[in-house]
């Protein structure tokens, strides 16, 4: 794994089956919760690197997935803490 610098940490470069990991770790997580869900992992630059629609996730929900990615990325935070920082 390499290191990007970002305007606020340094952050790893994003594998494939690093990316793979997180998706298996969410999906067991949705099934424990009884939600199938639709999971995206972005890398250091916010770029798809893997997604998943579990059978059953809502359709409407596969871009939603991908912009939380994108938006925890862009801002380096988890979208749950920027909610709580947004007007």
Do not use: C, H, Q
């Amino acid at each position: 794994m390499g290191l990007f610098s970002s305007a606020t940490k340094a952050v790893a470069a994003v594998s494939l089956s690093a990316a793979t990991a997180v998706i298996e770790a969410a999906k067991k997580k949705a099934e424990a919760l009884g939600v199938p869900m639709n999971v995206a992992v972005v890398d250091e630059g916010a770029n798809l690197i893997a997604f998943v629609r579990m059978d059953g996730a809502w359709l409407g929900s596969i871009e939603i997935a991908m912009n939380k990615a994108y938006t925890a990325r862009a801002f380096d935070m988890t979208t749950k803490e920027l909610a709580k920082i947004s007007p």
